[in-house]
């Protein structure tokens, strides 16, 4: 029993949040593109922070260089000049900073394989972000409409204006036509007086008839030419 009633309140928890979703759908697409924005602005900075660090780790490599061909360079002179104390001297220094310059490049690969890395995520999140502003404004646009609709049909079902203008069109068109009634009375009643007995059997050649016919004209004017 407590079973089933705790699917039933899981159920009945779902569709209510399946519903507030629905209802809000516009509304949370919003709030994730910001936070999809807020995500983006912090992977630049960082981006950014790591491409500094880089460039600053480049310059020391750079300045470091610099000693070392300048440092062997007095070296060398140092032992032409028979001064191998000082050129002893030197070689120390420059053992320590190829040490150094060993770990500071190996940072600055490191950074530049980082830096390649992230890029690449800021740029497929920021693609991700213009599509789904994209997409936004299709849901937006659809929403809309669902609820234009959705009021239509509202408005149409409680409006009963529709239907009894259609009933009306279907009674004026099921309606006798008055002309065509009226000559049928008219034959209605020469039937009842009897006053066609005479034009029928004209009709059947037994006399003349009392009105003027088609054929009576036509052959008027074949006797005349």
């Given at each position: 029993?407590?079973?089933?009633?705790?699917?039933?309140?899981?159920?009945?928890?779902?569709?209510?949040?399946?519903n507030?979703?629905?209802?809000?759908?516009?509304?949370?697409?919003?709030?994730?593109?910001?936070?999809?924005?807020?995500?983006?602005?912090?992977?630049?900075?960082?981006?950014?922070?790591?491409?500094?660090?880089?460039?600053?780790?480049?310059?020391?490599?750079a300045t470091?260089?610099?000693?070392?061909?300048?440092?062997?360079?007095?070296?060398?002179?140092?032992?032409?000049a028979?001064r191998e104390?000082?050129a002893?001297?030197?070689?120390q220094?420059?053992?320590?900073?190829?040490?150094?310059?060993?770990?500071?490049?190996?940072?600055?690969?490191?950074?530049?394989?980082?830096?390649?890395?992230?890029?690449?995520?800021?740029?497929?999140?920021?693609?991700?972000?213009?599509d789904?502003?994209?997409?936004?404004?299709?849901?937006?646009?659809a929403?809309?409409?669902?609820?234009?609709?959705k009021?239509?049909?509202?408005?149409?079902?409680k409006?009963?204006?529709?239907?009894?203008?259609?009933?009306?069109?279907?009674?004026?068109?099921?309606?006798?036509?008055?002309?065509?009634?009226?000559?049928?009375l008219?034959?209605?009643?020469?039937?009842?007086?009897?006053?066609?007995?005479?034009d029928?059997?004209?009709?059947q050649?037994?006399?003349?008839?009392?009105?003027?016919?088609?054929?009576?004209?036509?052959?008027?004017?074949?006797?005349?030419?």
């Amino acid at each position: 029993m407590f079973g089933t009633l705790k699917t039933l309140i899981a159920g009945a928890n779902a569709r209510a949040e399946e519903n507030v979703r629905d209802h809000y759908s516009v509304e949370l697409i919003d709030q994730k593109i910001r936070e999809a924005e807020a995500s983006l602005k912090a992977a630049k900075y960082s981006l950014a922070s790591l491409m500094q660090r880089e460039r600053a780790e480049s310059r020391q490599v750079a300045t470091l260089e610099g000693k070392v061909n300048d440092l062997m360079t007095r070296a060398t002179e140092a032992l032409k000049a028979e001064r191998e104390d000082l050129a002893t001297e030197a070689a120390q220094a420059i053992a320590q900073m190829e040490n150094e310059l060993t770990l500071r490049r190996e940072t600055v690969q490191r950074l530049e394989t980082r830096i390649l890395q992230l890029r690449h995520s800021v740029d497929t999140a920021n693609r991700r972000i213009i599509d789904l502003k994209q997409g936004a404004i299709a849901a937006r646009a659809a929403k809309k409409e669902q609820q234009i609709q959705k009021r239509l049909n509202a408005h149409i079902a409680k409006d009963t204006s529709f239907e009894e203008a259609e009933d009306l069109i279907a009674r004026v068109l099921q309606k006798d036509d008055p002309f065509e009634q009226g000559q049928i009375l008219k034959e209605i009643d020469a039937g009842l007086n009897q006053s066609d007995v005479a034009d029928r059997m004209a009709a059947q050649g037994f006399g003349t008839a009392s009105k003027s016919t088609a054929n009576d004209v036509l052959n008027r004017i074949k006797s005349m030419t």
